[in-house]
């Protein structure tokens, strides 16, 4: 029988989403999280570890695909209107501001009702599907994996984590 222990062998994004589901199914968030003011604590951990690595992915785009003509910032954790936590990075640049479209946007939100926190984008839903040989098509396996773990992480949005077995497990 398997345990809620991670095994060595299951890919790291695979671990988190893991985590995430026996997070819903046992009521906590992290190392036992119950309450929302411990959970908000912990989101706003999560914003400062995360600060560099968003910075750095809108800071790559900028220096590569606009030619360092864009401003990246970031909000901090602020109470969100619905009650909840959030925080943005965005990137901006003359050609978007011009064009009164959204920044790049990377957002960790943490909704009022919501039993944990979650990170998304301003428009992402679809991803480009360029690859015309095998070493594009593997260059494509962390997008794929990310794309599969959302999907998952959507259908347990629509139903509950009950959907995936492993979390049944041990209960």
């Given at each position: 029988?398997?345990?809620?222990?991670?095994?060595?062998?299951?890919?790291?994004?695979?671990?988190?989403l893991?985590?995430?589901?026996?997070d819903?199914?046992?009521?906590?968030?992290?190392?036992?999280?119950?309450?929302?003011?411990?959970?908000?604590?912990?989101?706003?951990?999560?914003?400062?570890?995360?600060?560099l690595?968003?910075?750095?992915?809108?800071?790559?785009?900028?220096?590569?695909?606009?030619?360092?003509?864009?401003?990246?910032?970031?909000?901090?954790?602020?109470?969100?209107?619905?009650?909840?936590?959030?925080?943005?990075?965005?990137?901006?640049?003359?050609?978007?501001?011009?064009?009164?479209?959204?920044?790049?946007?990377?957002?960790?939100?943490?909704?009022?009702?919501?039993?944990?926190?979650?990170?998304?984008?301003?428009?992402?839903?679809?991803?480009?599907?360029?690859?015309?040989?095998?070493?594009?098509?593997?260059?494509?396996?962390p997008?794929l994996?990310?794309?599969?773990?959302?999907?998952?992480?959507?259908?347990?949005?629509?139903?509950?984590?009950?959907?995936?077995?492993?979390?049944?497990?041990?209960?």
């Amino acid at each position: 029988m398997a345990s809620d222990t991670f095994p060595a062998a299951l890919p790291a994004h695979l671990q988190v989403l893991r985590r995430h589901f026996i997070d819903l199914r046992d009521g906590r968030h992290g190392d036992n999280a119950v309450s929302r003011e411990d959970k908000e604590r912990l989101f706003a951990e999560a914003v400062g570890f995360l600060d560099l690595h968003a910075r750095q992915a809108l800071e790559e785009i900028n220096q590569s695909l606009l030619l360092a003509t864009g401003t990246v910032m970031a909000t901090g954790v602020l109470r969100s209107a619905d009650g909840g936590v959030t925080a943005t990075w965005t990137l901006s640049w003359p050609e978007q501001l011009e064009r009164r479209i959204s920044p790049i946007t990377l957002e960790a939100f943490f909704g009022s009702s919501f039993h944990h926190p979650h990170l998304r984008g301003a428009t992402v839903g679809n991803w480009p599907l360029n690859v015309f040989s095998s070493d594009e098509a593997e260059a494509e396996l962390p997008i794929l994996r990310a794309i599969a773990s959302a999907d998952l992480h959507n259908l347990v949005f629509q139903s509950d984590y009950r959907i995936i077995p492993a979390i049944m497990i041990n209960r």
